[in-house]
Structure formats: C-alpha cells, structure tokens
C-alpha cells in the first residue's frame, strides 16, 4: 500500500488486481488494471523507501511474493528473467508516456472510449462481446481509469448505447461495434 515499506515484489498467478495513487480528496487515479501473470510492486525495486502507489484486488486472487533480496539474487542468476523484466519496464514507460497524453489531449467521450479499450485490452471480450469481468468494475473505476467522475462516465456510455456502439445491463458491457469504439480514439 502507499506509504508502506517497500519489502517484495508481486506477481499475479490468478485474479485481477487494480492499481491507483490516491490524489487530492481522496479521489483515487487508476493506474493501471492487471491480471494473471504480471507483476506489481516493482516501482519498489528502486531506491524508493516506500510504496507510491497502492493495489488492491478486485476478484479473488492468488499471489506469489517475493522478498527484495531474494529477488535481487534471482535477477542477478538469471539473465533471461532480467531481460523480459527490462522489455516489461519499457512497454509499461510506453504505456505511461501514453496514457499521460491521452489524459491530456482526449475529450470526455474519447476518455471513456479510451478506458473501455483498456479494460478490454486487459480483461477481453467474452462469446457474447460482453467485456470480461465488467461487473467487477463501477462506474467510479472506469472514471478513475482516465481522471473523470462516474457522472460523465454513465452519460458517455448512454450516448455510446444511442450510437449503437455498445449495451448496457447493470453492470455488463456488451461491445457492439468495437471498429466504431476504436475510432473515437484513433486506434
């Protein structure tokens, strides 16, 4: 958690994990959502004493830690390993570098298309092009993907069902024209 000692690294084996930074007034920015098979808490492997951002699950979750010296030798005897961590480093740079733009040139409607494609970048698309696991994410997390309120989030999604590019049903999320989705944002 933010603020605490930095004392492992953490890896995914099963379960979908967001991260966030708590901002001004509590308000909580999504940093990024992952799952099965990737890693988090490596911002600590710097030279930071404690953590800056937190994690919280939001499905249940199994993980595999490991303490910061053990981790250390570990990179040190294997070279693979240090070399698909550094690859991850720099895809994760890429996608921080972008998210920063897109957070500050995108509209609303194109920060709420942007958030979509990132969840199901992250989570897929079921048989029915139902995102994955929507029902674990609130209006408020999708918000706190891209710096909106849940407000602005619930009216762009009325204005995606209108324009036939996507349902809602409670907490489901059915893609129905993702080319469109994709097109708001440029992708």
């Known amino acids: 958690m933010e603020g605490n000692f930095v004392d492992s690294i953490n890896f995914i084996q099963s379960g979908r994990v967001k991260v966030f930074k708590k901002g001004a007034f509590g308000k909580d920015q999504i940093i990024r959502l992952i799952s099965d098979g990737e890693i988090f808490g490596h911002r600590g492997l710097s030279d930071a004493e404690k953590f800056?951002?937190?994690?919280?699950?939001?499905?249940?979750?199994?993980?595999?830690?490991?303490?910061?010296?053990?981790?250390?030798?570990?990179?040190?005897?294997?070279?693979e390993l240090t070399f698909n961590l550094m690859l991850y480093f720099a895809n994760e740079l890429n996608h921080g570098e972008n998210k920063l733009r897109d957070l500050a040139i995108f509209n609303v409607r194109e920060k709420v298309a942007k958030a979509l494609i990132t969840i199901i970048a992250a989570y897929g698309l079921n048989k029915e092009n139902e995102i994955n696991h929507a029902h674990e994410?609130?209006?408020?997390?999708?918000?706190?993907?891209?710096?909106?309120?849940?407000?602005q989030v619930t009216k762009i999604l009325a204005d995606l069902k209108e324009d036939n590019i996507l349902e809602t049903d409670n907490k489901k999320i059915k893609i129905i024209n993702l080319k469109k989705l994709k097109e708001i944002v440029n992708i």
């Open 52 to 79: 800056s951002i937190s994690a919280t699950s939001i499905t249940d979750t199994m993980i595999c830690s490991f303490d910061k010296p053990f981790f250390f030798k570990l990179l040190k005897s294997t070279p």
């Open 137 to 151: 994410l609130s209006r408020q997390d999708i918000a706190e993907l891209v710096g909106l309120n849940s407000n």
